[in-house]
Nanobody
Framework: QVQLVESGGGSVQAGGSLKLSCKAS????????MGWYVQAPGKERDLVGS????????TYADSVKGRFTISRDIAKNTLDLQMNSLKTDDTGVYYC????????????WGQGTQVTVSS
């Protein structure tokens, strides 16, 4: 079973930047998707953005378009989330995910990393 380990969370003022990184423990099926989700306090876990494991063009939630960038490094087996122009509404626990549900598999989650954006 794959393990996903996130790092890079922390506290930052609005307008600042953070970079999150997710390290996968095994080779990942190229047809699966990898992505980042955020769960704000008392809210559902929502998709931030995703990309095919093999790479390509990421897809983003409207709320983060133009501010966040997902990158997949196959050689390092990592998935990064560069977050710029952070807003207080971006606060939450960010989870790395490997999503194979669309090809009949399951979804794997990392442990999450806290991002706190203050005004």
């Amino acid at each position: 079973q794959v393990q996903l380990v996130e790092s890079g969370g922390g506290s930052v003022q609005a307008g600042g930047s953070l970079k999150l990184s997710c390290k996968a423990s095994t080779v990942i099926n190229s047809s699966c998707k990898m992505g980042w989700y955020v769960q704000a306090p008392g809210k559902e876990r929502d998709l931030v953005g995703s990309i095919f494991s093999r790479g390509g063009t990421p897809t983003y939630a409207d709320s983060v378009k133009g501010r966040f960038t997902i990158s997949r490094d196959i050689a390092k087996n990592t998935l990064d989330l560069q977050m710029n122009s952070l807003k207080t509404d971006d606060t939450g626990v960010y989870y790395c995910a490997l999503d194979c549900t669309w090809i009949g598999g399951i979804r794997y989650w990392g442990q999450g990393t806290q991002v706190t954006v203050s005004s």
